[in-house]
């Protein structure tokens, strides 16, 4: 299961309430795995209890505030465990691509109305993951930890450029197709 460890992530590159978490999910890490705010925090409990996080000593928070996390030595070693365990990529499951499948028999009413709304949707990810790029990865910024995280950031791109290509191409494809019958 990969939440407990970008969770660790986030937590390693800086220590964080988990209210900021379940915001650095929504602006970063949630482009490409997301968690619900309950899931985060039922996390942060797990991976205090297994005693990889622990709250902030100074910050020991009265009623009503929040309280800052930070990654204990046991925490650092299982993420970098986790990194160095060879995983097998994950097979394709696309909600469309079935309903395009199942369109082929039963009839195609409703899906090209979705594919064009799918192509918007991609196009404006597409232009948000760009914009991302050129503010925070002009020329010359090149660390090894900016390099990696703006490689993350070129996936995004990258799969949202493929995305919007074979939108178009399957909305040429429905501009050929006759009527709404099954093939």
């Known amino acids: 299961m990969s939440l407990p460890h970008a969770i660790l992530t986030a937590l390693v590159e800086k220590p964080?309430?988990?209210l900021e978490l379940t915001r650095r999910f929504d602006r970063s890490i949630?482009?490409?795995?997301s968690a619900t705010h309950q899931q985060i925090y039922r996390e942060l409990g797990k991976l205090e209890a297994q005693g990889l996080i622990r709250a902030l000593p100074?910050?020991?928070p009265a009623r009503g505030q929040k309280k800052s996390y930070?990654?204990?030595?046991a925490g650092r070693a299982e993420l970098s465990r986790w990194t160095a365990t060879p995983q097998d990529p994950k097979p394709l499951r696309?909600?469309?691509?079935l309903r395009l499948r199942a369109a082929a028999v039963v009839g195609t009413a409703g899906v090209e109305a979705d594919l064009r709304r799918h192509l918007e949707l991609h196009e404006r990810q597409l232009a948000e993951y760009e914009?991302?790029?050129r503010r925070d990865f002009p020329p010359g910024r090149d660390s090894p930890e900016d390099r990696l995280?703006?490689?993350v950031l070129r996936a995004g791109i990258d799969l949202e450029t493929f995305w919007t290509q074979w939108l178009v191409h399957a909305l040429a494809e429905f501009a050929e197709l006759?009527?709404?019958e099954p093939a």
């Not at 930070?70 to 030595?73: A, K, N, W, Y």
């Open 58 to 60: 100074d910050q020991q």
């Open 70 to 73: 930070e990654v204990l030595p």
């Open 131 to 133: 914009e991302i790029e």
């Open 30 to 33: 949630g482009y490409f795995w």
């Open 178 to 180: 006759p009527g709404d």
């Open 94 to 97: 696309d909600t469309m691509l």
């Open 149 to 151: 995280r703006h490689l």
């Open 16 to 18: 964080s309430s988990g």
